[in-house]
């Protein structure tokens, strides 16, 4: 029996051996290890791509690669749609090494970061900080031009103008930002409708705020509501029932200030709609691509006119 035990314990020892020996090497391989992590991120697996990249970090911190890895970790966050934790891993490598390439590469992808989460005017923050950190960068250039149509798509189009014309008269793209800065300048975007206006009016006779904003079914239904409780509130007074009197007045009353505020959202709407399509047909005219292409390995910001 005692033959029998030591047999036992001297194969579950060789066994645990053989088994730890394996993630041992693996460990003791950084070059394995980057390629097992890039297979996975090649393959789309995102969410384990980015723990082999964070073991990397951990087990190879003296590695030149390490710098990447946090980057990569960065992207593994960004395409598995975790984009606030993948702005935070950016930033990290930014601060750390705000000189350096990988700090550069990290800004741009900070920038893309907020773009794609449709915060523009961060982005066009963290842009603004690539040009006064890197003048001499040869992205500076479209940089520029993102900054310009980030400003568009915000609704900034004074500082768009101001963007393009850091554009020096030297640049091919020179033409191009004139052009540019020309449709902005002579058919600048207007409000079509004023909210305050449109809940004026809407105060004065219920349904002309809508009617002013382009909303006549909804202007015959604010009128047609708010006349049929007035008519009521005032034939119960006539009629001696004050009680159902003072309760369609209170109703009323609702239905009259929300009419005010629904007119005066209805002029917001509408001007938020004629924005669309004042931006749309820039990208018309111009046939203007300006955006934000995401490799597997870096993010680069490219900058297209057809004419």
């Known amino acids: 029996m005692d033959v029998r035990r030591r047999f036992a314990w001297r194969w579950m020892t060789l066994t645990l051996f053989l088994f730890c020996s394996v993630p041992a090497r693996a460990q003791g391989s950084p070059d394995e290890l980057w390629e097992f992590a890039g297979s996975l991120y090649r393959q789309g697996d995102f969410y384990r791509a980015g723990g082999e990249y964070e073991r990397f970090r951990f087990l190879f911190p003296a590695d030149p690669r390490a710098t990447e890895a946090e980057l990569q970790i960065g992207r593994c966050y960004r395409f598995g749609g975790e984009t606030e934790k993948a702005f935070s891993s950016f930033l990290a490598v930014f601060r750390k090494s705000p000189t350096e390439a990988a700090g550069k590469q990290a800004l741009l992808e900070m920038i893309a970061t907020r773009e794609i989460q449709r915060d523009y005017r961060e982005a066009l923050y963290w842009g603004e900080h690539f040009i006064e950190l890197y003048p001499e960068a040869p992205e500076l250039e ?76 909804q202007a015959a239904s604010s009128f047609l509501l708010n006349g049929l409780f007035i008519l009521g509130a005032v034939a119960a007074f ?70």
């Open 142 to 217: 479209a940089i520029v031009f993102r900054l310009a149509w980030l400003s568009i798509d915000s609704g900034d189009y004074r500082h768009a103008v101001a963007s393009l014309k850091r554009i020096p008269p030297a640049s091919r793209r020179y033409a191009e930002a004139r052009s540019l800065i020309q449709a902005l300048e002579e058919s600048p975007y207007q409000p079509q409708k004023s909210p305050g206006l449109a809940g004026t009016l809407a105060a004065v006779l219920p349904g002309a705020g809508h009617l002013y904003v382009g909303r006549p079914a």
């Open 238 to 307: 006539t009629h001696d029932s004050p009680v159902l009197g003072g309760i369609l007045t209170f109703f009323e009353l609702g239905w009259y200030q929300g009419g005010i505020r629904s007119a005066a959202a209805a002029a917001r709407e509408a001007n938020e709609e004629e924005e669309k399509r004042y931006r749309q047909k820039l990208r018309e005219d111009y046939r203007l691509s300006l955006g934000v292409l995401s490799g597997p390995d870096r993010v680069v910001f490219a900058v297209r006119f057809d004419w």
